[in-house]
């Protein structure tokens, strides 16, 4: 079965530092990865997608991902994090090439940004 | 702002009750998801539709079942309710049964006393 492992439960970052989230993934067939965020009270929200062709995708509000497919990983990047950033980010799979599959989402990391 | 609506937004009941969950997809989308968030199982697929027919189960308990109308909103219901079912259920919806991205509904926050 596919499973998502995120390996930093919560990170915690003074503005203007990097962030770099770590994901990685167990299936071995195509996958379609995403990183979703979750700011306190509200709904999941897309923060980037990979389907295929460039490895390094950038997504909304200055994040940015690379997809490693001999490390089955999907890593979350940002040069320099907001306090804005805090919240909850999970990142996801689901099987490529098969129609609207469901999501498999990782435990999730809780950033802190302090001001 | 998704598209994605969810009624209620908070449910408060007693053990042992039966509660309904409401989802309307975002304006032409197919396919609707129901996810599951709780602390401890983090975010969990329940069960998919696609079109008013079931697609796929997830870890969908058996006390558990949803439906879709063929206005294409979706109802999760919950039965025999029990203290581990409190948790934050979300909908999403995809366009095109081929189309990878889900969008999420607000959640009803469900909460067994």
């Known amino acids: 079965a596919q499973s998502v492992s995120q390996h930093n439960h919560h990170v915690i970052l003074s503005e203007a530092a990097s962030l770099e989230l770590g994901c990685n993934y167990s299936?071995?067939?195509?996958?379609?990865l995403f990183w979703y965020v979750q700011y306190p009270g509200q709904h999941l929200q897309l923060l980037l997608k990979?389907?295929?062709?460039?490895?390094l995708v950038k997504g909304i509000k200055g994040f940015e991902a690379e997809f490693i497919k001999s490390k089955f990983s999907f890593n979350l990047r940002k040069p320099s994090v907001q306090w804005s950033d805090t919240a909850e980010y999970f990142c996801a799979v689901n099987q490529g090439n098969q129609a609207g599959t469901a999501l498999i989402f990782g435990k999730g990391t809780t950033l802190s940004v302090s001001s | 702002d998704s598209g994605v609506t969810q009624t209620p937004k908070h449910l408060i009941t007693a053990t042992g009750q039966r509660v309904t969950l409401r989802c309307s997809p975002r304006?032409?989308?197919?396919?609707v998801y129901w996810y599951q968030q709780s602390l401890d199982q983090g975010l969990q697929f329940l069960i998919q539709y696609y079109n008013g027919e079931e697609r796929a189960k997830g870890n969908i308990l058996e006390r558990f079942s949803a439906q879709q109308f063929p206005d294409l909103h979706s109802e999760l219901n919950l039965s025999s309710l029990e203290l581990g079912d409190s948790a934050l259920y979300f909908c999403?919806?995809?366009?095109?049964?081929?189309?990878?991205?889900?969008?999420f509904g607000p959640g009803t926050r469900l909460t067994v006393t």
């Open positions: 299936y071995g067939g195509t996958v379609n």
């Open positions: 999403a919806s995809s366009t095109r049964d081929r189309s990878y991205e889900q969008y």
């Open positions: 304006s032409g989308d197919l396919s």
């Open positions: 990979y389907f295929s062709g460039d490895p």
